[in-house]
């Protein structure tokens, strides 16, 4: 009964008032300006914990968004080497122009990544839905030839996924693996949940086992307990991987693997974009979605 209430709640997101969405995802979007996301990195800085910056937008429609996301993110890396504070950037090629003209994306992120260059701060491009999956990874290795400083994000529900990393291994890359979350039909996209897990484990095992950095994203205690045993059995020293998370998921989780001496790097988005990714993370999250009807319908908190 709760997973069909779940799923009625999660499908009436988009007709929730924006003013009340973002009061619950706040928690998941640093805020809209660079001064915020500069707050929300100190703070987790204090904790022991590392961040990657996204400045919010994707899919855009005009050359002159992706000029404004390119500059914006020349800004965060000024800060970032001005502040002095753990972080690096994280990119989503169709801001970039991706899904305008593969040209303009590259000029754009070769812009980016020089600037990263200079500045000693790694850049990844972040990945997402299929149909841009093999361009985004043809734009990532050509910038890694020129900028060795730059990373990528493989999906473990994909099936083609373990194979693509054959690719990235062969370059040297630091990869971000991650379940993935964009719907996909079920002929590309593994389905059953045990059968993402075990993906994820097979491509964190072959990435660290031929020697590559791998950042392990995930919430998933399954997937972080055998990430755990291979980095176990590999007998791996801390800096040669790194645990990612969500700004705003289980900060107990994070908590842990810092007590426990793992490095952790938050993924702390912000900008005035902030709607779409909110809401993909509230669908991933219905107990925090729950709040938001019943706060429309004049209920108190639910237990």
Not at 132 to 139: D, G, H, I, R, S
Request: hydrophobic share 45%; with cysteine.
């Amino acid at each position: 009964m709760s997973s069909l209430f779940d799923t009625l709640v999660v499908s009436s997101l988009p007709f929730v008032p924006k003013p009340i969405v973002k009061t619950f995802a706040s928690r998941y979007v640093a805020g809209e300006t660079l001064d915020d996301a500069l707050a929300t990195i100190r703070a987790l800085a204090a904790e022991g914990a590392m961040a990657t910056v996204d400045v919010l937008g994707e899919s855009v429609t005009h050359r002159d968004q992706t000029v404004a996301t390119r500059d914006e993110y020349l800004r965060v890396l000024d800060a970032i080497a001005a502040s002095g504070l753990p972080a690096n950037v994280s990119v989503k090629p169709t801001a970039v122009g991706l899904a305008i003209d593969p040209v303009l994306a590259r000029e754009n992120c070769r812009v980016i990544c020089a600037k990263a260059s200079q500045l000693g701060i790694f850049v990844r491009l972040d990945m997402e839905d299929s149909s841009v999956t093999e361009a985004t990874l043809q734009l990532a290795l050509g910038l890694k030839s020129e900028f060795p400083d730059t990373g990528v994000v493989l999906q473990a529900y994909l099936r083609r996924s373990l194979t693509d990393l054959d690719r990235l291994i062969a370059a040297r890359m630091n990869v971000r693996i991650c379940k993935g979350i964009y719907i996909e039909p079920r002929r590309i996209a593994w389905k059953g949940h045990e059968t993402i897990i075990g993906s994820f484990a097979a491509m964190v095992d072959k990435h660290l086992a031929a020697g590559c950095y791998a950042a392990v994203a995930t919430h998933d205690e399954e997937c972080v307990q055998r990430a755990l045993a291979t980095i176990d059995r590999l007998r791996l020293r801390p800096d040669q991987y790194e645990f990612q998370m969500l700004l705003g998921v289980d900060p107990v989780l994070r908590k842990t693997l810092l007590e426990a001496g793992h490095r952790l790097r938050v993924y702390v988005p912000f900008g005035r974009d902030w709607y779409a990714y909110s809401v993909r993370r509230l669908k991933e999250n219905p107990s925090i979605a729950r709040h938001i009807v019943r706060r429309i319908v004049g209920l108190g908190p639910s237990e």
